[in-house]
């Protein structure tokens, strides 16, 4: 029991992102094994926002995930900080630009990840909000393999 107190033995459950697997996941659950080698790790993809019940429901104890919103009982921390992305067809008007700034992208139809009723998609409406534009979602994915069907049907 004492083991188990002191982190030694025992259990650690991790919800994460698909993303953590390519950038923050594998330097820590490497440290971690070599700091706790008796420790079971237990890990579940899921989205940021799938997290909050998975937390309430005492199913992890940690999670990872992206522009989490403040939950009761919980700390956050950032692990990273990403610049924001568009990806342009060859053909697309502002293909030839460095920089885009997010009110130019307002009539471009978006493809945005993950499908999910309370996905973070309120931060990249925001973004739109700092001048008068709303963004044209196009289509919603619910899985990353699928970004390049849903180009070839933009």
């Known amino acids: ?49 799938e997290q909050a019940d998975a937390f309430r429901d005492a199913r992890i104890h940690i999670g990872i995930g992206r522009q989490a919103p403040p939950w009761p009982g919980c700390t956050t921390r950032p692990l990273l900080h990403e610049r924001v992305m568009a990806v342009l067809a060859l053909d697309h008007p502002l293909n030839a630009q460095t920089q885009v700034r997010v009110d130019e992208l307002a009539a471009s139809p978006l493809i945005v990840y993950p499908k999910h ?15 008068d534009a709303s963004p044209h979602l196009h289509a919603f994915l619910d899985c990353l393999p699928r970004a390049g069907d849903a180009l070839h049907s933009a």
């Open 117 to 131: 009723p309370a996905a973070q998609i309120t931060s990249l409406t925001a973004s739109f909000r700092t001048g």
């Open 1 to 49: 029991m004492r083991a188990i107190d002191a982190g030694m033995r025992g259990w650690l459950s991790i919800g994460f992102t698909r993303s953590a697997m390519y950038s923050v996941l594998p330097p820590a659950l490497k440290a971690f094994h070599a700091a706790y080698p008796k420790v079971e790790l237990k890990l579940f993809e899921m989205l940021t926002e």
